[in-house]
């Protein structure tokens, strides 16, 4: 994100509830045909191989681990209370948390609290530097309850602008145009309508020429 910050783009994260954008929408995940959710895992594994994530395949216990809430909740009381860093690594250490082995089910209490007291600013959660205190964590897990509608506006306020899954991406670019964007595989459009410089994606001559 320094790089975009660089050329003058502000990027806000907000955390939405991919459940309630399913079924406000009328979409179906993938997971849910077995054809595509059997290509899913394989493609997906094939991103995760070229950015040097460790992900080895979906939790077989995804839809308890889908739950997230709580700790959607959490998460903005973080926005609202904390630094932006402090959010946005916490934002980075749950997801991980969640998406690779151990796959810890984070809608259980016991599991987020643990979570929020190991986050640091590393995702070993062994070094760098915690991102809260045990204090902290109380505060956070007692505000949860203070950021119910903003997950449920948040997630309608999505719909409303024609998602229906995610990553959602909602970009205005310098002339003031806006624009919306789907999946995590599209950067390349969103640069392009950003007017950001980018490599595109090409294949290179044969070296035997």
Not at 19 to 33: A, D, H, K, T, Y
Not at 56 to 64: E, H, I, T
Not at 121 to 137: A, I, N, R
Not at 191 to 206: I, K, N, T
């Amino acid at each position: 994100m320094d790089k975009l910050a660089a050329h003058g783009v502000e990027v806000e994260f907000h955390p939405v509830f991919l459940g309630g954008i399913n079924n406000l929408s009328g979409n179906r995940p993938p997971w849910m045909l077995p054809a595509k959710a059997k290509y899913l895992d394989t493609d997906t594994c094939r991103a995760a191989e070229r950015l040097s994530i460790p992900f080895k395949g979906s939790p077989p216990d995804l839809f308890s681990l889908a739950k997230t809430l709580s700790p959607l909740r959490a998460l903005h009381y973080i926005k609202e209370h904390y630094p932006r860093s402090k959010f946005l690594a916490a934002f980075r250490f749950l997801f991980h948390k969640l998406w690779l082995p151990p796959h810890v089910n984070l809608a259980e209490d016991a599991n987020l609290t643990a979570a929020l007291a190991e986050a640091t600013d590393e995702l070993d959660g062994g070094s760098g530097v915690k991102l809260f205190t045990d204090e902290d964590v109380d505060k956070i897990m007692q505000g949860r309850a203070s950021m119910k509608e903003r997950v449920k506006n948040l997630t309608g306020e999505a719909v409303d602008k024609g998602a229906f899954g995610a990553p959602w991406l909602w970009v205005t670019n310098g002339q003031g145009k806006t624009e919306a964007f789907f999946g995590s595989d599209r950067f390349n459009h969103v640069y392009r309508f950003l007017g950001v410089p980018f490599q595109d994606v090409e294949v290179l001559p044969s070296s035997k020429l």
